[in-house]
C-alpha cells in the first residue's frame, strides 16, 4: 500500500466551482509533486515542492494552484476548470528533490471530471 | 525529440514467455534511471531502479548502456500478474538549474495471457 494519501479518490466539479485536491505523507519526504495524468499517457509534471517552498511549476494555468502548508501535506486548489483539465491527478514524495536520484513514490491519484 | 523513447506496445505474451522492453533517453547527463509498473486505473510504482552493472530482482532484469543511452527491461517466466504498462522513467538535472526531475516514457503495455 502507497504511504502517500491523496483524498478525495473521485471528484465531480463544475466549471465554476471551487475545490481542492490534498495530499499527504508521513515518511519524512521533503520534496513533493503533483503530476496529471491522462488516458494512455505518462504522467505529466505540473509542479515541484522542495522543503515547502516552490521549486519547479511547469507553466501550469493559474487555474491550478498549489499549496504547501508543511512538510507532510500539499494540496492543490481547483477553480474554473476545463472539462479538458479531466484527468488522473498523482501526488509524488521522494527524500529529497531528485537531483540526486531519489526513489518517488505516488499517491493512487485523484480522479478528476470536470463538467 | 522526446526525453525518453519506449516501444509502446502492445505485448501480448503466453504464461512462461521471455519478454524484454526496450527504452533510449536523449541527455547524456541522466543522472538515475527507473522502471515504474502502473496497472490499470492505479498509480505508478516503482518496479526497479537501473544500475550501470545491470541489476536483478527474481524474474527481472535491468540494463543500462549509457554509451549508447539505451535501457532495457528483461521478464523472464511471464506471469498473468505481470500484466501491466511499463514506465521507462529517467532522471536528469536541467541544464542551468541544480535541481533534478523525472522524464517518462509513454509506456510499453504487457498483456500475458494463459
Known amino acids: 500500500d502507497t504511504e502517500v494519501t491523496q483524498t478525495p479518490k473521485h471528484l465531480v466539479m463544475g466549471m465554476t466551482n471551487k475545490k481542492s485536491l490534498k495530499c499527504e505523507q508521513h515518511?519524512?519526504?521533503?520534496?513533493m509533486y503533483w503530476y496529471k495524468q491522462k488516458a494512455k499517457k505518462p504522467p505529466e509534471l505540473m509542479f515541484v515542492y522542495s522543503y515547502e517552498k516552490l521549486s519547479i511549476n511547469e507553466s501550469v494555468p493559474s487555474r491550478f494552484s498549489p499549496e504547501c502548508p508543511n512538510s507532510s501535506l500539499l494540496n492543490l486548489h481547483l477553480h474554473a476548470l476545463q472539462p479538458e483539465d479531466s484527468a488522473l491527478y498523482l501526488c509524488a514524495s521522494s527524500l529529497g528533490q531528485v537531483v540526486t536520484g531519489n526513489t518517488i513514490y505516488f499517491g493512487e491519484g485523484s480522479w478528476l471530471t470536470v463538467v | 525529440r522526446k526525453e525518453v523513447e519506449q516501444d509502446p506496445g502492445p505485448f501480448n505474451v503466453p504464461e512462461g514467455a521471455t519478454v524484454a522492453f526496450n527504452c533510449t533517453y536523449s541527455n547524456s547527463a541522466s543522472q538515475s534511471f527507473f522502471w515504474y509498473r502502473q496497472d490499470c486505473r492505479k498509480e505508478p510504482k516503482l518496479l526497479m531502479s537501473v544500475y550501470s552493472s545491470g541489476n536483478e530482482d527474481g524474474r527481472f532484469t535491468a540494463q543500462l548502456n549509457r554509451a549508447s543511452q539505451y535501457i532495457s527491461l528483461l521478464i523472464r517466466d511471464s506471469k498473468l500478474s505481470d500484466s501491466a504498462t511499463y514506465l521507462c522513467v529517467v532522471n536528469q538535472v536541467d541544464r542551468g538549474s541544480t535541481l533534478g526531475r523525472l522524464y517518462f516514457g509513454r509506456g510499453t503495455q504487457l498483456t500475458v495471457w494463459p
Open positions: 515518511m519524512g519526504h521533503r520534496a
